[in-house]
């Protein structure tokens, strides 16, 4: 992958690069990238189990660390670009690549936990945005379920003959119909034997627009959906994003193979 200004290990954004290197993967990578995903999805679920008021984002991390580790496989996130974590944790407002510590979640908080290993050498990555507690608004719960189905709309168009913008097209269509706004500074990304590949997934745009979709590619859909404005900020840890105006955001993500069947999950939650 040629060196890009991926802002610290993220998927941005907005910049049309005039060289794309798009890596096709042959069935036994996506075989080996589908066992790496079952492992994630299972690692993941255990995690998800653990979120509850009283709990530390750096707990969960320790926890998301030590599963990956028991399983066979290493942290695609740790070091990478000097990130100091497994697990990104963030917290109600903040979007993504929330930094895990000593916060303490409460009841009525909302956490986006976004998770990647590397297996056999090829990497896997998704995210959830789950409550903490019984007390979250009606309104934040409405977001979390709103940004979940719209990365299944975009899963959807992810197949051969489609194009990324496809993809985006469907996200964005859906999330403002809903009254809620997409996030246009990061996006997701191809997948493979390096965490952040060619092409860039945006979760807006037109139809018919961008690389075009392919058998053999793998790639990570992610829509980052917020309650109020779309644009963001740095978080004072130097690594996070989160919300300009304060707004509560959700982030949901799987890894996706293009088959000719279809996108295959691979990162899919049992």
């Known amino acids: 992958m040629p060196n890009r200004p991926y802002p610290k290990f993220s998927r941005i954004s907005v910049k049309i690069y005039n060289t794309v290197m798009i890596t096709i993967k042959t069935p036994e990578e996506i075989k080996i990238m589908s066992e790496g995903g079952r492992i994630l999805s299972k690692i993941m679920g255990e995690i998800e189990k653990m979120v509850k008021p009283g709990i530390t984002t750096k707990e969960l991390d320790r926890a998301a660390e030590a599963l990956i580790l028991s399983n066979g496989a290493v942290p695609s996130f740790k070091g990478f670009n000097n990130f100091p974590a497994s697990l990104c944790t963030s917290v109600n407002e903040e979007i993504v690549h929330g930094i895990p510590s000593g916060r303490v979640l409460k009841d009525g908080d909302i956490i986006s936990l976004d998770l990647g290993l590397s297996y056999k050498g090829f990497h896997s990555d998704m995210a959830v945005t ?15 379920k709103v940004a979940k189905k719209a990365l299944k709309r975009g899963i959807s168009h992810a197949k051969t003959g489609a194009s990324v913008g496809d993809i985006g097209n469907a996200i964005e269509k859906f999330v403002e119909e809903q009254g809620f706004s997409v996030v246009r500074e990061l996006c997701g990304h191809g997948i493979g034997k390096n965490l952040h590949e060619d092409p860039q997934i945006l979760n807006y745009g037109q139809k018919n627009t961008g690389a075009k979709i392919k058998e053999g590619m793998v790639i990570c859909i ?20 989160e919300t300009k105006d304060g707004s ?13 069947n279809g996108p295959q999950v691979l990162t899919e939650i049992e």
């Not at 409550?131 to 977001?143: I, S």
């Not at 779309?230 to 978080?235: E, G």
């Open 222 to 241: 992610e829509p980052m959906v917020t309650m109020g404005d779309w644009r963001i900020k740095k978080a004072k840890d130097g690594y996070g994003y």
């Open 248 to 260: 509560f955001a959700a982030h949901f993500e799987h890894t996706i193979a293009i088959t000719k």
């Open 130 to 144: 789950v409550p903490v507690g019984k007390t979250v608004l009606p309104e934040v719960n409405r977001v979390m």
